[in-house]
């Protein structure tokens, strides 16, 4: 259920409403808007439904939710969310740009890679330390030791980091270091993994399953934003379909939808949408003509030689392009680049 408050609610009405709904065991998530409060609640049904608070004074209506999320709706929050990354926002009416190889595989070629993407103008260096793979014998991650190359690539460049958790156990560590953390496709219903991420207090950017509907993707995001952690950043990253001349089907239309239902910002990730380093440079022009709030895309300074995703990966040359183009398709969306 969604309470919205009338605009001219006091504090102490707003107060004796969130009172009622917790003494009736319910879980209260607040979205002060810039109009209206709006207050979520979560609980039992039939303790909903008896909570009498259609008449206190303050409330202007009370809305069922019928969906089985609900933090994630715009009926919880009307305006697009801004995720505040350490100064670099994410949503309004940047462009943010996530880059980088897939995974940290030395030193050297990470603090390369960070150096090349932030000349191509990226705000966020990807890279993988804890890589999950389909074979047991391809290269796993540097594990700790990749996330001190990570920590070492910001110090240098002031680049943020977005690297993957792959297990709730690993989360303290990996947060320790990342200004971002994914959670992949692979792990997109892993619960335990989103209710650890939900309990930390640094955004979580969540890759959409591999086979995942909008409604088990946004399920996903509702996880974490009831642990009460609200920085949640979607990424569409393509999906299984019949093809296969592609490695996934980039679904860009759940972008566009996911924007009409979420006010949560969504970016794009077309590598992995696509598996194929020629079709990435046009599907990132899409994705942002389409109203993505921003990129993900790997970059390496070799991809020949990369231990993951070469295919995909793009060379910092190729980058800069594709960033070019980004740049005037942005202006177009009457949006600007991070
Ligand atoms: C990645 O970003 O390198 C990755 C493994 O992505 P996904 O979870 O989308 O496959
Ligand atoms: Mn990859």
Redesign the pocket.
Known sequence: MIIVMNPQASKEELQRVIDRITEAHCKVHLSEGQVRTIIGVIGEKKMIAELPVEAMDGVEKVVAVTESYKLVTREFKQEGTVVDVGGVLVGGDNIVTMAGP??VESREQLLESARLVKEGGAQFL?G?AY??RTSPYAFQGLEEKGLEFLAEARAKTGLKIVT?VIDAQSVPTVADCADVL???????QNFQLLKAVGRINKPVLL??G?AATLNEWLNAAEYIMNEGNYNVIL?E??IRTFEDYTRNTLDLSAVAAVKTISHLPVIV?P??GTGVWQLVRPMARAAIATGADGL?I?VHPNPAIAL??GKQSLTPKKFSLLMNDVAAIAGVMGRKLA
């Open positions: 897939c995974a990807r993988g890589k999950p993957e994914q959670v992949g496709a692979r792990n997109m890759k959409r591999m990424c990253r393509g990730d590598s992995h993900m790997e993951s995703d």
